[in-house]
């Protein structure tokens, strides 16, 4: 049985990924406006449907990866997945900054739903280091399962 810690990791890292794909959504024609408005893309339909495409793969590409990472790290007590995770949160923190700086072209939607999205992400990764949680990546299921969740 998982530990608690990783019942909450998955329940934060898994609303973190939802909350990702609600801004995606509410945020695509303004994302999709912006590409359009490069002077690389304009006057050319070709490169427009080009950068959609592009977008779209993207999407599902890091879908299924956080995905991937959620079951290997939840559901298999996968270090590598796990210090994955860790990692690509790291990177997201040092984009944050950016994602600040964005504020005027995304708006404050957008804005709000990624500040939420990292702030998920930073406390399912905490969860990943809690006593019981580091039991159960260490493959003693014994133990986690009598840790309490603090």
């Known amino acids: 049985m998982r530990p608690q810690s990783i ?5 934060a890292y898994l609303g973190a990924t939802l909350l990702w794909l609600v801004n995606l959504g509410t945020g695509w024609k303004t994302r999709l406006d912006s ?12 490169m427009a449907e080009l950068a959609e495409t592009m977008m779209i793969g993207t999407t599902v590409v890091m879908l299924v990866l956080w995905l991937l990472l959620w079951y290997f790290t939840a559901r298999r007590a996968s270090v590598v997945a796990k ?3 860790v990692t690509l949160f790291g990177l997201s923190a040092i984009g944050l900054p950016f994602t600040l700086l ?9 804005t709000l739903l990624s500040l939420g ?3 998920l992400t930073g406390w399912a ?9 580091q039991t159960w990546f260490a493959g003693d299921d014994t133990q986690a399962d009598a840790a309490p969740f603090e």
């Open 83 to 85: 210090w994955v995770v």
């Open 117 to 119: 999205t990292f702030a």
């Open 7 to 11: 019942v909450r990791f998955e329940q």
């Open 125 to 133: 990764v905490w969860l990943l280091f809690r006593p019981d949680a």
């Open 102 to 110: 964005s504020y005027q072209v995304v708006g404050a939607l957008s």
């Open 35 to 46: 590409l359009n408005s490069n002077p690389a893309f304009a006057g050319n339909p070709q």
